[in-house]
């Protein structure tokens, strides 16, 4: 059943733990339970920014020009418009519990499939297929970055089922997101959050050691100095918004996979009816 208001505002107030609850996955046994609770069946893809991806050298595919190649945010809107169910939050609760003063609170998940129409009509509202669009736009235009896929944490606080009917369009920054706690959780359940297939991200011999790409830059803490030089870990999940910050161009970004649109939507696809 749709989840009451006071249950929201409690919700955000547990939210400053959330990396308490992420290190408990780690236990034995409490862990188990908490995947099955929260994480079970999910499998969520982080999408490249799209300006990020058009500067992006596609390996075995050469392309004469810029516009020619597919952008991630295609994705997203192959979902929106095969959906017959879409719903826009009033709020996103990670930067409304933090009181994000960077990005707009206002803009929340979309959410499509026929899971929505068990969410609490206080919480956000239906929309047809061009005002989901153009939300998604609004939300890119806002530098906030897309994740998709299918979600239980959201199907459990909204309240709302089957699972399977539930599509996830995450619009994060990187100060408030939930998935800071990648770092944090027992890597089974972190293998679920991923990056797009075929995406690499690597700091280039021109890297000066500014440090500017470690300051509050990528969600998941997966960039450092190290001996005067930035490095990526595994932690990263390629939302390239260090590409895109990195004022010598010093960190570059492959697309090793011609065919990332079909394979995500194929993937996404295989988690989540929409329909």
Sequence with gaps: ????MWFVTLLKKTYPTR???A??????VLGKVID???????????????????????????LERPEEIPLPSEIV????????HHWIMNFCICRDASKCEDYP???GCLFMGEAIEGINPKLGRRVSKEEAHEYARKCREAGLVHLIGRNKLDASWLGVAPGEKLLTVCNCCPCCCLWKILPDLNPEIGRKITKMQGVQVEVT?????????????CFVNAIALMDGRAIIS??????????EICPESAIKMTIDNSQFIEDSIERVSASVDVE
């Design 1 to 4: 059943m749709a989840r009451p």
């Design 19 to 21: 990396s308490l609850i």
């Design 23 to 28: 290190k408990a996955t780690n236990l034995p």
């Design 36 to 62: 099955k609770l929260l994480f079970d069946g999910d499998d969520i893809i982080y999408l490249p920014k799209d300006n990020v991806a058009q500067k992006t050298i596609q390996i075995n595919q050469q």
């Design 77 to 84: 809107h192959h979902f929106i418009e095969k959906a017959n």
């Design 105 to 107: 609170i206002e803009y």
């Design 205 to 217: 011999d021109d890297c000066v050691g500014c440090g500017t790409c470690t300051e509050g830059i």
């Design 234 to 243: 595994d932690q990263c999940r390629g939302c390239g918004r260090c590409v």
